[in-house]
């Protein structure tokens, strides 16, 4: 009897375990697939905004002088004109390869490439607080042990001994994730097997479970960012895994190098955008990403071509195809344009016009963002009862040194 009431008490006892577990397991679910873009982008607050860089493919230790002057460049003009939270450096950080294109990257003196880019980065003042550089396919070439320079030259790979990095940045209103991984195949340190192969790319077993539990590490966060340096295409070893975690936690972007060519992204999901940044060595691209109330804005920058400007409100229904944050406009005289303006010099006017018609209308200058240096330009009086349902375009200039010019795509409803 006694022994039959234990073993009952078990049961039950193991009864309601197992249907506790249950519950923890679907609602620990639910905790990680919470992060969507359901966030209210479409916002009046003007005062939730950031911006941060990415660039890529620095290649410091080529023949020319672009690799130095343009890092340099880089640091000094970007702090100063964009003030940035943050810069991401997408990888190839160094070459190793062009410094002798004839008898190949073995003659290269490896450790002086490392050594030219940390002593940029120390002469710039640059920390890990503010710049997080991940490993390309040239920072492992002619190496015995891959990435090792990496890991002793690099910031983030001298200040983590990784390849990889995870990080959370507080905005004071909300909190976004980002991810920094390593793809670069361990079995292609030969710069000539790796360009004949296509240049592979590889994450491992061991950097997906680094990736999978830095996104469920603090999962309730406003927006999650990964950058890395190849396409996702080029993964021969664990695209699958690495796309269902894109897709599995809503992240917002994928940022990559690697093809020295901007371009004006796709989606690797309908949340993921996927942002090609061109070569900062070669091209002296970069790209600025600004996010207004979790609403992400993309534009593409020269290097030192001022001013650079970026429409954060309203967000373009296009970025990447279909843009799954972006709002319709609804007929109102009282609807809002936000844009961020970036110049050496002081900017005369910031003007907008709807479908490239009509007269140019003036926005203001906000100064209440970032202190005394505002790069806030708005309008609350943006007039759209006279536009047809359907689909527009708003054009925005600003007027410096130079007129430059930023389109985006919008709705009526
Ligand atoms: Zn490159």
């Known amino acids: 009897m006694i022994l039959n009431v234990v073993k009952r008490k078990k049961i039950i006892f193991c009864i309601f375990s197992q249907v506790f577990l249950l519950f923890f397991i679907l609602t620990s679910f639910e905790i990680l697939k919470a992060e969507d873009f359901s966030d209210i982008t479409n916002s009046d607050d003007n005062s939730k905004i950031f911006w941060f860089t990415l660039i890529s493919d620095t290649h410091i230790g080529t023949p020319d002088a672009n690799d130095t002057n343009r890092l340099n460049s880089f640091f000094k ?4 004109v964009i003030n940035p939270k943050f810069i991401i450096n997408a990888g190839d950080l160094t070459d190793h390869v062009r ?6 990257g073995r003659t290269c ?5 490392w050594k030219e880019y940390a002593n940029l980065i120390d002469a710039n003042k640059i920390q890990l607080d503010f710049y997080s550089d991940a490993p390309g396919n040239h920072d492992q070439y002619w ?3 891959p990435l090792l320079y990496y890991r002793d030259y690099s910031v983030q790979g001298k200040a983590t001994g990784e390849n990889q990095r995870s990080w959370l940045f507080d905005a004071g209103y909300g909190t976004y994730k980002f991810i920094t991984i390593a793809t670069p195949h361990p079995g292609y340190t030969n710069a000539f097997d790796d360009r004949a192969a296509g240049c592979p790319s590889e994450l491992s077993d061991d950097e997906l479970n680094f990736i999978e539990n830095a996104l469920m590490y603090e999962n309730n966060v406003n927006l999650t960012f990964i950058f890395g340096h190849h396409p996702v295409q080029n993964l021969v070893i664990g695209r699958t895994r690495f796309l269902e975690l894109l897709n599995h936690f809503g992240v917002a972007m994928y940022g ?6 901007y371009s004006d992204s796709s989606r690797i999901s309908s949340n993921t955008l996927n942002l090609n940044v061109g070569s900062l060595w070669e091209r002296g691209q970069y790209a600025i990403i600004a996010i207004d109330n979790n609403g992400i ?3 593409q920058a020269i290097i030192n071509q001022w001013p650079a400007i970026i429409i954060t409100k309203p967000l373009d229904r296009t970025l ?6 972006a709002y319709p406009i609804s007929p109102s005289q009282n609807n809002k344009i936000r844009v961020l303006v970036f110049g050496s010099m002081p900017t005369s006017q910031v003007l907008y016009r709807v479908d490239g018609l009509g007269s140019w209308l003036p926005l203001n200058k906000v100064r209440s963002l970032s202190n005394n240096n505002s790069h806030l330009w708005e309008t609350t009086s943006w007039n759209t009862t006279t536009l047809s349902p359907g689909i527009h375009t708003l054009q925005v200039k600003a007027v410096g040194l130079r007129t430059r010019y930023d389109t985006v795509t919008f709705e009526i409803k």
């Open 256 to 261: 990559y190098g690697h093809t020295h060519r």
């Open 109 to 113: 003196d490896h450790l002086a490439q």
């Open 143 to 145: 190496e015995n042990i």
């Open 320 to 325: 990447g195809g279909v843009n799954p944050q």
């Open 77 to 80: 003009s970007v702090k100063s």
């Open 297 to 299: 804005s993309v534009s």
């Open 99 to 104: 410094c002798n294109l004839l008898t190949g």
